[in-house]
Nanobody, 123 residues
Framework: QVQLVESGGGLVQSGGSLRLSCVASGLTFSSYSIGWFRQAPGKERIFVAVDRWSDGRTYYADSVKGRFTISRDNAKNTVYLQMNSLKPEDTGVYYC????????????????WGQGTQVTVSS
């Protein structure tokens, strides 16, 4: 059974930092691209960042470039999202998602999701 578990969310002031973790089980982790998505209240789930399984290249939404960093540790079956210089508009539930093979930006292309972790940035 494939499972993703996120952790690391919380309440932080504007300008602060958080590191989210996504631990995967039940899959050959190194063969999966792992993405992070955010869903704010009443809004659609949007792409934040993705780590490409084949070469480790990373891709980011324009709104987080230069502030967020996605990384992975295949030995620990874990992907991280380091979030710096947080802004109130970064608030939402953050989900990690797994996709076998190449990366993708669309949430519909990811069949496996975690339960999400809440991030709240106060102004």
């Amino acid at each position: 059974q494939v499972q993703l578990v996120e952790s690391g969310g919380g309440l932080v002031q504007s300008g602060g930092s958080l590191r989210l973790s996504c631990v995967a089980s039940g899959l050959t982790f190194s063969s999966y691209s792992i993405g992070w998505f955010r869903q704010a209240p009443g809004k659609e789930r949007i792409f934040v960042a993705v780590d490409r399984w084949s070469d480790g290249r990373t891709y980011y939404a324009d709104s987080v470039k230069g502030r967020f960093t996605i990384s992975r540790d295949n030995a620990k079956n874990t992907v991280y999202l380091q979030m710096n210089s947080l802004k109130p508009e970064d608030t939402g539930v953050y989900y990690c998602a797994a996709r076998h093979g190449d990366y993708a930006y669309g949430s519909a292309l990811y069949p496996t999701w975690g339960q999400g972790t809440q991030v709240t940035v106060s102004s």
